[in-house]
């Protein structure tokens, strides 16, 4: 009686919960270790019509919203099921070296700050085309021929190309699934000159769409000069190819990264100045603003200019989740309805993960819908407030934009530090103060100036308000970089176990929107998800996919086998320990560390053999000696009875972790978190395109 009659209180909010049921559904499918049957997704695909027409024909019975729900979960399983089979395209099967070719389609830096580019019409060499990757990335480590990386040109080069890796540790960042849904077949380097083979021919509105952004980039860096036109260039047109890595990380640090990526805030400011140039605009004209709809003629004109910017900006998932929640609220506008809801947040959440559900993993899409619905929520309570209502009027009224500003960037900083802490190991600890003094001037200098600047290029008079437009990122380039060198700006945090993120986010959500004092239960959640958070243990030893890396955590320090090579890898280690030490200062703690050695651990002996020369008669030798042998050049099963990682163990298995439990080591691989999936396992392509 009492749940039903809590169930009861929900009315008028229960659409709220329609991407939250979506999201649980989407994250069971990309959770489980297995890649449902076709039979058993027909199944599925039949219980969910079964439930639909169930919960229509119930809809006022008791049991209807449960019904629901279970039909909610399960639309969102069958969407991810979808989606995941439908952005299919060939993995390369092995690691190819040799001539490469391809159309650029997209160009940006690799994280060692090297040019980019994606290659679509790709030909490698004696590789069958049913086998050749539709896209594939490539990193050129030469700087000959560099000028032919141009939008739509078609090029050459000799390099290596390998199948996406898969996460460096268990339970990491899963590259192969991000790439699969990416469409990327192949990833690689080369070292050798860049040769044209074909001019650029714009053919398609992509490829002549690409070629305007880096147009409108070159035209923007020749206004505003250096670092400063870089930054412009990015926040306009997505273009981050000369962006300095040094900013990057002043950016990083001062909790002003999300001002680089093309989301929300920018994408409300640019349609909000439109909205209101073209509405105030209007009003200095008397009979226009008396006789015409000029608030929804301005709502218009600005989801069409949102639009343009998302083309123009490249189309990221980021900036089309911006655009989809603009447009939402757009339409309350032209249609009369309230703007600023949770509903329309709902519903632009809703749409989103319709379209593409591989977001809800994505730190973009957490972050930008947790700041959003912590603020819309935060704001609904203030209106209601006494306090706050005597604010709006009197010489109040010139106090509440500034409190206005720092209570949303207090309250956006803090939806989004779990998330941050989560997924890049580190906090902001000044981020409030950097925020509070650089998006006041993106908002009233940088996107307005921004916005005139495009309106005035078509008749060449764009100098004065590129001008502005740099003063303007020249501040919040220097807030950065001073916020970024305080003493204590950023504090380390190491990785959390893998269902912290999601109890964090559901409790978040279910104290937001449940009525009731049953919404104290999501205050629980979200505490018991911290306290498992800092109870989480770092493995013991890790082993890269390669077998080339090894990392020993001793004293709460990782010491690294190696100063050089594996970097990312290396890096990536590093962070989830919370170290924000290098690979070689790492690599210094390894004293005694060679490519052949025995380390005794916890009363366990682990043995490393990585020459490939090394006698197979030694190898048996050491194994004899040791519990676990890692030797990662080794083909052969040995016959001793330790436990053996070697070469073949690797290639399925992938990365590898040691932890202990109890007196006893646990061995976890990557390929037991995250199991046979499309996007890892060769058959179950095979078998998908049979099918």
């Given amino acids: 009686m009492a749940f039903t009659m809590q169930i009861n209180a929900q009315h008028g909010r229960l659409f709220l919960w329609v991407p939250v049921c979506l999201s649980i559904g989407i994250g069971i499918y990309f959770s489980i270790r297995f890649e449902p049957a076709a039979g058993l997704i027909q199944i599925i695909g039949g219980a969910c019509v079964i439930l639909g027409l169930v919960a229509v024909l119930r809809w006022r019975s008791g049991n209807a919203v449960i019904l629901r729900v279970v039909f909610l979960i399960i639309l969102g399983f069958l969407l991810a099921v979808f989606r995941t089979h439908s952005v299919a395209e060939p993995v390369l099967g092995w690691r190819y070296y040799g001539p490469i070719e391809g159309t650029v389609m997209g160009i940006d830096r690799s994280n060692s700050n090297k040019p980019r580019v994606i290659l679509k019409n790709v030909d490698l060499g004696k590789i069958?085309?049913?086998?050749?990757?539709?896209?594939?990335?490539?990193?050129?480590?030469?700087?000959?021929?560099?000028?032919?990386?141009i939008p739509g040109a078609h090029i050459r080069t000799i390099g290596?190309?390998?199948?996406?890796?898969?996460?460096?540790?268990?339970?990491?960042?899963?590259?192969?699934?991000?790439?699969?849904?990416?469409?990327?077949?192949?990833?690689?380097?080369?070292?050798?000159?860049?040769?044209?083979?074909?001019?650029?021919?714009?053919?398609?509105?992509?490829?002549?769409?690409?070629?305007?952004?880096?147009?409108?980039?070159?035209?923007?860096?020749?206004?505003?000069?250096?670092?400063?036109?870089t930054f412009a260039a990015a926040i306009?047109?997505?273009?981050?190819?000369?962006?300095?890595?040094?900013?990057?990380?002043?950016?990083?640090?001062?909790?002003?990264?999300?001002?680089?990526a093309i989301s929300g805030l920018h994408?409300?400011?640019?349609?909000?100045?439109?909205?209101?140039?073209?509405?105030?605009?209007?009003?200095?004209?008397?009979?226009?603003?008396l006789k015409w709809p000029t608030k929804k003629i301005g709502a218009v004109v600005a989801v069409f200019a949102g639009f343009a910017y998302l083309q123009i900006?490249?189309?990221?998932?980021?900036?089309?989740?911006?655009?989809?929640?603009?447009?939402?609220?757009?339409?309350?506008?032209?249609?009369?309805?309230?703007?600023?809801?949770?509903?329309?947040?709902a519903l632009a959440a809703t749409i989103l993960l319709v379209l593409h559900p591989e977001s809800l993993s994505q730190p973009g899409f957490q972050m930008s819908f947790a700041a959003t619905t912590a603020l819309v929520a935060s704001f609904e309570f203030l209106k209601h407030q006494t306090y706050w209502q005597r604010l709006q009027f009197?010489?109040?009224?010139?106090?509440?934009?500034?409190?206005?500003?720092v209570i949303s960037s207090f309250i956006a900083g803090a939806a989004t530090a779990p998330f941050a802490a989560y997924h890049f190991n580190q906090i902001a600890q000044y981020g409030l103060l950097a925020n509070l003094s650089s998006v006041p001037v993106m908002g009233m200098l940088v996107m307005p100036a921004a916005v005139l600047a495009g309106v005035l290029s078509v008749i060449g008079l764009d100098a004065i308000p590129f001008w502005i437009?740099?003063?303007?990122?020249?501040?919040?380039?220097?807030?950065?970089?001073?916020?970024?060198?305080?003493?204590?700006?950023?504090?380390?945090?190491?990785?959390?176990?893998?269902?912290?993120?999601?109890?964090?986010?559901?409790?978040?959500?279910?104290?937001?929107?449940?009525?009731?004092?049953?919404?104290?239960?999501g205050v629980g959640i979200c505490c018991f998800a911290f306290t498992l958070w800092t109870q989480t243990e770092r493995p013991v030893v890790l082993i890269s996919d390669t077998g080339r890396l090894l990392g020993i955590l001793h004293n709460g320090e990782r010491a690294l086998n190696r100063s050089k090579g594996s970097g990312f890898a290396a890096s990536v280690w590093l962070e989830n320990d919370g170290d924000r030490k290098g690979q070689e200062i790492a690599a210094f703690r390894s004293d005694g560390f060679s490519d052949v050695m025995k380390i005794n651990l916890y009363n366990k002996e682990i043995g490393y053999v990585w020459p490939k020369s090394t006698p197979i008669t030694d190898i048996e030798?050491?194994?004899?000696?040791?519990?676990?042998?890692?030797?990662?050049?080794?083909?052969?099963?040995?016959?001793?009875?330790?436990?053996?990682?070697?070469?073949?163990?690797?290639?399925?298995?992938?990365?590898?972790?040691?932890?202990?439990?109890?007196?006893?080591?646990?061995i976890k691989t990557a390929r037991q978190v995250t199991g046979e999936r499309l996007w890892n396992t060769w058959w179950l392509r095979k078998r998908a395109d049979k099918s």
């Fill in 621 to 666: 030798n050491i194994c004899s000696q040791v519990d676990i042998l890692i030797a990662p050049n080794l083909k052969d099963k040995l016959s001793a009875g330790c436990f053996q990682i070697t070469k073949p163990y690797l290639r399925y298995q992938g990365a590898v972790a040691l932890t202990l439990s109890g007196q006893s080591i646990h």
């Fill in 469 to 521: 437009m740099g003063v303007g990122i020249d501040w919040i380039l220097g807030s950065a970089h001073w916020v970024a060198g305080l003493n204590g700006s950023v504090m380390a945090v190491p990785q959390g176990q893998v269902g912290v993120l999601p109890l964090i986010g559901f409790g978040a959500v279910f104290f937001i929107l449940w009525k009731g004092y049953l919404r104290w239960v």
């Fill in 128 to 149: 069958s085309k049913p086998r050749t990757p539709t896209y594939i990335r490539v990193s050129f480590h030469s700087n000959v021929g560099l000028q032919h990386l």
């Fill in 267 to 289: 994408m409300g400011l640019l349609v909000g100045f439109c909205f209101a140039l073209v509405r105030y605009g209007f009003a200095l004209i008397p009979y226009v603003a």
């Fill in 236 to 260: 306009l047109t997505g273009d981050r190819s000369t962006i300095d890595p040094d900013i990057l990380q002043d950016l990083r640090d001062s909790n002003l990264a999300h001002l680089l």
């Fill in 394 to 405: 009197g010489r109040n009224r010139f106090v509440q934009p500034i409190i206005a500003l």
């Fill in 313 to 345: 900006s490249g189309a990221a998932v980021a900036t089309e989740r911006a655009f989809i929640m603009v447009t939402v609220m757009l339409v309350g506008v032209i249609m009369d309805k309230p703007v600023i809801t949770l509903r329309a947040v």
């Fill in 160 to 229: 290596s190309v390998s199948p996406p890796s898969g996460p460096v540790e268990p339970g990491g960042f899963d590259f192969q699934m991000y790439a699969w849904f990416k469409r990327l077949g192949a990833v690689g380097y080369s070292r050798k000159p860049v040769e044209l083979v074909k001019p650029p021919d714009l053919n398609t509105y992509s490829l002549k769409l690409f070629d305007l952004r880096m147009r409108i980039s070159d035209h923007i860096r020749s206004r505003i000069k250096g670092q400063t036109g």
